[in-house]
């Protein structure tokens, strides 16, 4: 009886009928979403999921800040949502870099931010005076039910500090601090649709110079003989490659790596290396 009641005090008010709905504020997500520290992608779904169910409970758009409904540069696309969603919340569980990165910018922004991580991961030295809600990382039932309480309450108090134009969520504490600001411009409706098509245009070419793949997966490019490697493989190789040689762990230059794909296509007979993009996308999935 106890649980029906939870459930019953985080359920918004219905639109009355006839009457337009407001703009629901947004709640944009940071979180890994691939593998690590023994946490695997479905581990960091089932996360995803509760996140959600709160935020929307509770009355918010939500979604990660690596997703929008249009196609384009991707690093481009997580500094706007990271810049401009109403509210963040960010689980720093295991420290992926790249959420320490987007979080870092999102209180450069100084902008309405909730942090979570689970009860295996340690506090960061630069975050650890901002309150961090916990879970437990094995998502035992009854703990994330009290943890989703929490999460709601907070979500809700930490938007509603962010309606004050004098609240600072972060940078009161270091002083007289300019915080940034992203530039932006107005457009007409036809040069928003040029750059639109200017946009399409591009993607058009980018498509045609992607690899064909053919059914035994190998690498096909046109005007060129099959490789004798499947893309992925190539590109694992590649990569595998690339951190042996420079000692590291992770792609940290995507100019260099790109210049090292390209050198090692072209050593290997192929006549076109990967679109940046599909580079993009590959990096993004090994982080």
């Keep these: 009886m106890k649980n029906d009641n939870q459930k019953k005090e985080i359920v918004t008010t219905p639109v009355s009928e006839g009457s337009k709905p407001e703009r629901r504020p947004t709640c944009g997500i940071v979180m890994p979403i691939s593998e690590i520290d023994g946490c695997t992608p479905g581990h960091w779904e089932e996360v995803l999921s509760i996140i959600t169910e709160v935020a929307e409970a509770a009355g918010f758009e939500t979604k ?34 790249n959420v320490m990165f987007e979080l870092g910018l999102r209180l450069a922004f100084d902008k ?6 689970d009860d295996q991961t340690s506090y960061s030295f630069d975050t650890s005076p901002i309150e961090h809600l916990i879970y437990p990382r094995d998502l035992r039932f009854h703990k994330i039910l009290t943890f989703k309480m929490l999460l709601e309450k907070k979500l809700l108090a930490t938007f509603e500090k962010s309606k004050d134009e004098k609240h600072s969520m972060y940078l009161k504490d ?14 007409s409706k036809e040069d928003f649709i040029l750059e639109k098509i200017n946009e399409l245009q591009s993607d058009i070419k980018l498509i045609r110079n992607e690899p064909q793949i053919t059914t035994s997966d190998k690498i096909t490019y046109r005007n060129s003989s099959p490789g004798t490697q499947s893309l992925k493989e190539f590109m694992v190789e590649s990569y595998k490659e690339y951190c042996k040689l420079y000692n590291v762990e992770e792609i940290t230059s995507v100019l260099s790596f790109k210049n090292f794909i390209n050198k090692k296509a072209s050593s290997t007979g192929f006549s076109r290396v990967p679109s940046d993009q599909f580079i993009n996308s590959f990096i993004q999935s090994r982080t």
């Design 64 to 97: 990660l800040v690596s997703e929008a409904e249009d196609i384009g540069i991707i690093h481009k696309r997580i500094i706007q949502n990271v810049y401009g969603s109403d509210i963040i919340i960010c689980d720093v569980s295991a420290k992926n870099p």
């Design 174 to 187: 270091f002083g007289q601090i300019t915080v940034a600001k992203l530039d932006s411009k107005e457009v």
């Design 112 to 117: 309405a931010t909730v942090i979570i991580k």
